[in-house]
């Protein structure tokens, strides 16, 4: 049984690492390069901030619901982002294999889970909440943010794939302790 969860384990790892080598080399094009740092830092925060802010401008019944989910699905994705993060302290990709060259430069030191990644896919079910009718674009939106995270060098896709999930859950999580 413990070899074959080690087995398991090792092809994971192998999958994992093999995934983010291939994304990171097509960012010897520029174009694609360029593209994935935007996407990279529309996943800053910057977005979301000025979102809300929009939306208490030109939608203040809808601010009076999503603010409130808003700070409490950011302040659970933030805190649950960086609890995991000093928790297992992987290390990120660009720092373990000579292959991938960072792009962006890192937050903070650890990688798992992706919190820009997170942070998007809270933000894209939040907003999606108010507005159903563009939830197929913020949901692209946060997917970019993802993909980017990986291409860029800084995140295993296992960190995007734990970051849509920490995301959604906190999004989830604050609106259904607002609403």
Same mark, same amino acid.
């Given at each position: 049984m413990k070899r074959m969860i080690r087995n398991i384990k090792e092809g994971f790892v192998y999958y994992d690492t093999a995934m983010s080598i291939r994304l990171a080399?097509?960012?010897?094009?520029?174009?694609y390069r360029r593209v994935m740092h935007v996407f990279s830092?529309?996943?800053?925060?910057?977005?979301y901030i000025i979102s809300?802010?929009?939306?208490?401008?030109?939608?203040?019944?809808?601010?009076?619901?999503?603010i409130p989910a808003g700070?409490?699905?950011?302040?659970?994705?933030?805190?649950g982002q960086m609890f995991i993060k000093h928790l297992t302290r992987?290390?990120?990709?660009?720092?373990?294999?000579?292959?991938?060259?960072?792009?962006?430069?890192?937050?903070?030191?650890?990688?798992?889970?992706?919190?820009h990644t997170a942070a998007a896919f809270c933000f894209s079910l $939040?907003?999606?909440? $108010?507005?159903?009718?563009?939830?197929?674009l913020l949901y692209i939106f946060a997917s970019l943010v993802a993909i980017?995270?990986?291409?860029?060098?800084?995140?295993?896709?296992s960190d995007v794939v734990a970051g849509v999930v920490l995301?959604?859950?906190?999004a989830k999580t604050g609106l259904a302790l607002t609403v």
């Open positions: 080399q097509y960012t010897e094009s520029n174009v830092r529309l996943g800053d925060g910057h977005v809300g802010i929009l939306i208490m401008i030109f939608d203040g019944y809808s601010a009076t619901v999503i700070l409490i699905a950011f302040g659970l994705e933030v805190s992987r290390p990120r990709p660009f720092e373990r294999h000579e292959s991938i060259h960072l792009s962006v430069t890192p937050p903070d030191k650890y990688s798992f889970p992706s919190g $939040l907003i999606a909440s $108010l507005y159903p009718h563009i939830a197929p980017s995270r990986v291409a860029n060098g800084v995140h295993y896709p995301g959604l859950l906190s």
